[in-house]
């Protein structure tokens, strides 16, 4: 990313290696002054444009017949046994709706 204020040198920020970055982080890890305007232009004209990642399913149907067998196996444990179990592989849920955009290089396949 480069800036017309900073006469064409070079900013150490690689967007391509971190693809869910935004123009604002890449902005505010700039030294020099430059709007979030002016990172998106230099991104466009180094051929690297924001793009929706494809969408898989969310689960397969294995996961879905293992949850369910762990819920039937566990469907009578009381509270307090429950208090007791350490979640280490909790995943983060977000809303269905939820829009997500990444940088990618030119014919770069969309995950």
């Known amino acids: 990313v480069t800036s ?6 070079e900013s150490k920020q690689d967007p391509a290696p971190h693809p869910m970055i935004s123009s604002r ?3 505010d890890s700039l030294e020099s002054p430059v709007s979030t305007v002016t990172v998106r232009r230099r991104l466009c004209e180094a051929n690297l444009f924001s793009r929706i990642p494809r969408k ?10 293992k949850r369910l067998q762990f819920a039937k196996e566990h469907i009578n ?3 307090e046994k429950w208090r007791n179990i350490l979640w280490t592989d909790e995943s983060k849920i977000t809303p269905l709706n939820f829009s997500l955009f990444v940088i ?3 014919y770069a396949k969309i995950i």
């Open 4 to 9: 017309r204020c900073s006469r064409g040198s």
């Open 25 to 27: 982080m890449i902005k």
């Open 56 to 65: 898989v399913p969310l689960l397969k149907k294995r996961h879905v017949q």
């Open 77 to 79: 444990w009381p509270k």
């Open 104 to 106: 990618l290089q030119p």
